[in-house]
């Protein structure tokens, strides 16, 4: 993995979609302006530059796309800066896909952008929550989107699914969808902000007990289901889990610029508003150095059960802003995430268990031959 500095622009709170979900923040026509994105970048560019490292950037919303032109601005002006100061750069964008369009596509593929999808997997179960302000359901712009992103084999993509109480027991159905209409690598996101209750819980372990038996199946098949999260617990057992494990470096390695101008440690912490406990700094005043130190030396795990925990190295324990969302603590970790973690990992490790036993090609392929 290349040592970046996750650049992330906020470049506006409105959207297309009216999300039940949304940490995005008040969904306002509010977007960044050109100064504020500039400044942004450039406070980027320098924490580059003094670390040693190249520079991730990414356009969030809000949806991004409602700002085409401002994003156009930006990487115009990120290419001849990085260029100037000698900083490696790349792209990439987190979209609902309902402004997606073959001409905007093509000039991202050029550009070798990332493309995160936001696509909650069948049309049962993307409606549940991301539907437009009228309350109509939006899977099929999203799922023309994907089709269109099959356009461009050389498109570099991952599909986003939100996991949520409300829509969590249509997983399986949500995946087998995905599968079906995406052959490139999904995220599952679970919502760590929202209270799960025990029965929720308990009803999700069975959506990834039978998700479980769909994974092994498309291994036999010879065409895998790729999820992000079990892929991780997966390759965090065959390598050292120490090492393998991604290690939080909030306030350090990441650098979210709210529209408004203020500086978060993570893009998922933008929503929360400028509480000034997680925001440090602006552009204009530059980086907090004491509250980005203070987010260096408070992140990891400061919970007392995890401390002799055995899958303490494979699980995401450390994650601040998980942390943040499930605890109000960047160091604490949630009930929910405790469980979730466990469960993922007992899977993982079952999965790999039998497909290592029976020598699955597909398995073997990914895991060892790369
Ligand atoms: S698409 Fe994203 S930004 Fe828009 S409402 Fe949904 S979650 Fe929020
Ligand atoms: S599984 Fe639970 S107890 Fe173990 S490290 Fe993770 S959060 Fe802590």
């Known amino acids: 993995m290349r040592d970046t500095l996750q650049l992330t622009l906020c470049l506006t709170h409105d959207c297309t979609l009216r999300c039940a979900y ?19 970048m450039e406070t980027g560019l320098v924490e580059a530059l003094r670390t040693g490292r190249g520079v991730d950037v990414s356009f969030f919303g809000g949806e991004p796309l409602l700002e085409w032109d401002l994003l156009r601005h930006c990487h115009a002006y990120m290419e001849r800066r990085a260029a100037e100061l000698g900083v490696a750069v790349r792209y990439g964008i987190t979209t609902n896909g309902t402004l997606l369009d073959r001409e905007r596509l093509a000039w991202m593929a050029e550009r070798d952008y990332l493309v995160g999808l936001s696509v909650d997997g069948s049309p049962e179960m993307h409606n549940v929550n991301r539907c437009y302000a009228d309350g109509q359901g939006s899977h099929a712009a999203v799922a ?21 109480p409300a829509n969590h027991h249509l997983l399986c159905e949500g995946v087998e969808w995905l599968h079906a209409h995406y052959n490139g690598v999904v ?26 038996v769909m994974m092994l199946e498309s291994y036999r098949a010879g065409n895998p289901i790729r999820e992000e999260n079990i892929e991780g617990k997966i390759w965090s057992a065959l390598r050292d889990a120490e090492q393998a494990c ?43 150095r004491a509250r ?15 401390r002799l925990c055995e899958l303490r190295h494979r699980c995401l324990n450390t994650c601040g ?30 999965l790999a268990e ?5 020598a699955n090609p597909a398995f073997i392929q990914r895991f060892y031959c790369c």
Not at 322 to 338: D, E, H, K
């Open 22 to 40: 949304c940490y995005a923040g008040r969904k306002y026509a509010h977007a960044m302006t050109r100064e504020v994105a500039e400044l942004g």
């Open 187 to 212: 995220g599952l996101n679970f919502d760590y902000w929202s209270e799960w209750s025990d029965a929720q819980f308990d009803s999700l372990s069975r959506q990834l007990d039978a998700l479980q």
């Open 292 to 306: 980005q130190a203070w987010f260096i030396a408070t992140r990891g795990n400061a919970t007392p059960e995890c």
């Open 246 to 288: 991604t290690h939080c470096t909030i306030g350090e390695q990441e650098l979210a610029v709210s529209v408004d101008g203020h500086f978060f440690p993570c893009s998922r912490m933008v929503g929360v508003g400028d509480d000034p406990q997680i925001t440090f700094g602006n552009v204009y005043s530059g980086i907090d």
């Open 321 to 350: 802003c998980t942390n943040y969302a499930g605890t109000g603590s960047i160091n604490r970790v949630s009930p929910f995430l405790c469980n979730l973690e466990q469960k993922l990992i007992e899977m993982a490790d079952d």
């Open 144 to 164: 023309a989107a994907l089709a269109l992103m099959q356009e461009f084999p050389t498109l570099r993509s991952r599909g986003i699914c939100v996991v949520n």
């Open 354 to 358: 039998t497909l290592c036993q029976e």
